[in-house]
């Protein structure tokens, strides 16, 4: 049967033209995901986008309007089953119960599961174990912080073996230490082989902990793929180049005459004795601009490199999707200037 043969399928997480429709709303267009084992994917889109639908369809919690879903190449739609046991899925809202000790909640999750009575206690411990909550089993739940509440949500979760986690917005209102810490027992789960997929409307939320990542807006998935490759099609480089502040007038002049005369600068912005330039080219062109400066008798006091920030990204993917045109400064200056 032709249709067989072509469900064979070597990633994890596979869909194929996945629409979720509610009522007149088409909430997931035509998403084509594509996971490998292990990977850290970060799915990032404003509110609305539809990241909770998406999940919610690899976790069988709705079913599709229209399209395929392979978990670990099974056909979600013939053996739900078999994927149930295999994805865990973690909400956004999750409560821990407050009156109870973490390792109650956790063996009480342990029995639902259908953990026999006499695994629980190790199951519940290697989970512990696995988000770093081993010192605190014994803490009420009312107690915790949102980023331990977390974490053993986070346990109940892994209780039944899942090989592939979602996690809807898990870093929302954690302080930086926290998010750390999910960053380390995701890299840790995906050393045994567990893939996560993780979602936030902030980007810089994910950008350091996911290995790849998929931008959605408006029910579409964007772009997909490994972050490094994102940033190498997108590159948005910029220099940061600062001055001696006891400056003249004309220095700062001659500054802006040599930027603008440099093939490789595209845009400058300044603040007092501080340049920030769109540069387009490589290391050799970047001495040889702080050559010209510093022959110019400019006093540079530092000139600095950074990589496009995700966000750059971000705005470069989605904005030439927008309804509305990005109208910029100068725009504006020159239409009043005919008025
Ligand atoms: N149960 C529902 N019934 C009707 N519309 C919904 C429902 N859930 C979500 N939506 C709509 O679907 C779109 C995508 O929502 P959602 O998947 O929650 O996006 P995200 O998680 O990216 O914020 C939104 O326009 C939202 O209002
Ligand atoms: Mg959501």
């Known amino acids: 049967m032709l249709q067989k043969a072509n469900t064979a399928t070597d990633f994890t997480v596979e869909t194929r033209d996945v629409r979720l429709d509610y009522g007149e709303l088409t909430a997931v267009d035509n998403v084509n995901l594509r996971i490998t084992a292990g990977e850290i994917y970060g799915l990032v889109?404003?509110?609305?986008?539809g990241k909770t639908s998406l999940l919610k369809m690899l976790s069988n919690l709705i079913r599709p309007t229209y399209g395929e879903i392979f978990i670990?190449?099974?056909?979600?739609?013939?053996d739900p089953w078999k994927v149930h046991r295999e994805v865990g899925y973690m909400p956004d809202l999750s409560p821990v119960a407050p009156e109870l000790k973490v390792?109650?909640?956790l063996e009480f999750f342990a029995a639902a599961y259908g953990i026999p009575r006499t695994e629980r206690k190790q199951r519940v411990?290697?989970?512990?174990?696995q988000v770093k909550m081993t010192e605190h089993r014994e803490a009420f739940g009312k107690g915790l912080s949102r980023g331990m509440m977390q974490r053993v949500v986070l346990a109940k979760t892994l209780i039944p073996h899942p090989?592939?986690?979602i996690l809807d917005e898990p870093a929302s209102g954690m302080d930086p230490l926290a998010r750390i810490n999910l960053k380390r027992i995701l890299v840790e789960l995906g050393r045994e082989g567990i893939t996560s997929i993780v979602s936030s409307h902030i980007l810089t939320e994910l950008g350091d902990m996911c290995t790849s990542l998929g931008i959605m807006h408006k029910g579409a998935?964007?772009?997909s793929g490994d972050k490094a490759s994102l940033l190498i099609d997108h590159p948005v480089h910029t220099r940061t180049l600062s001055i001696l502040s006891r400056h003249s007038d004309k220095d700062a002049?001659?500054?802006?005459?040599?930027l603008n005369s440099s093939e490789h600068v595209a845009d400058v912005a300044r603040q007092d004795m501080v340049f920030v330039l769109s540069f387009s080219g490589d290391e050799e062109a970047e001495a040889d601009l702080l050559k010209e400066l510093i022959l110019a008798e400019i006093k540079v006091?530092?000139?600095?490199?950074?990589?496009?920030s995700m966000e750059d990204v971000l705005i470069k993917l989605v904005s030439p999707l927008e309804d509305v045109d990005v109208v910029s400064l100068q725009d504006i200056a020159e239409e009043q200037a005919h008025d």
């Open 45 to 49: 889109g404003p509110n609305g986008a």
């Open 163 to 165: 090989r592939i986690l």
């Open 103 to 105: 390792w109650e909640f």
């Open 221 to 223: 998935l964007v772009r």
């Open 253 to 258: 002049e001659t500054v802006v005459s040599i």
């Open 301 to 308: 006091t530092s000139f600095s490199r950074e990589s496009a």
């Open 72 to 78: 670990n190449g099974t056909d979600l739609a013939e």
């Open 125 to 129: 411990a290697e989970c512990l174990e």
